[in-house]
C-alpha cells in the first residue's frame, strides 16, 4: 500500500512539475510561434509557388518545380513528368524551398525580430543606467572603514591615529610612514 502511496505522489510531482514547465512564458511564446510560423510558412510556400515559380516560368522555359538535369544517360520523361528512364538530379524544386525559406527568414526577421530589437532597446534607454555592482576592493574598503570607525568609537580618539597610520600605509601600497 506505501508503493502505491509514494507512486501515486511521485507521480503528482512529475505532472506538477511538467505543468510549471507548460506554464512558464518562454513555453507558451515558443508554441505561439511555432503555430505562427507554420501558418506563416504556408503563405510564404503559396507565393513562391503561385507567384515566383510561375514568373521564372516565363522568363526561362519551364516552371522552376520543373528544372532538372541529366546526370546518367538520355532522360525520358513520361506523362506524368516523372523520369521514366536515366537519373535525373532535381535541382528546382531545391532552389524552390532555398527561395521559400529565405523569404520566411526575411521576413521573420524585419517584420518581428528588428522591431523587437528596438523595442527593448527603447525599454532600456528609458529605464536608465543599470547599477553597476561594487567590486571586491571597494567592498573590501567598506568593511576596512567601517571596521575603523568600530574601532575608533569603543576605544576613543587615541586609537584612531593608529588606525589611520595602518589604513593610509594599506593605501600606499603597504609601505608604512610611521616609525
Known sequence: MSNQTSAESEQKGVLAGFREFLMRGNVVELAVAVVVGTAFSKIVDAIVKGFINPLVGA???QDLDQYRSCLKGPCEID????????VA????PVLSATL?????????????ILPMNKYKERQAAKAGPAEVP?????????????LVAQRTDSDGAAEVVGADASVTAQRNGGVSTEK
Open 89 to 92: 538530379l532535381n535541382w528546382g
Open 134 to 146: 561594487k567590486t571586491e576592493v571597494e567592498l573590501l574598503g567598506e568593511i576596512r572603514d567601517a
Open 100 to 112: 521559400t525559406f529565405v523569404i520566411t527568414a526575411a521576413v521573420v526577421y524585419f517584420l518581428m
Open 79 to 86: 506523362a506524368d513528368g516523372e523520369v521514366a528512364k536515366g
Open 59 to 61: 522568363i526561362g522555359t
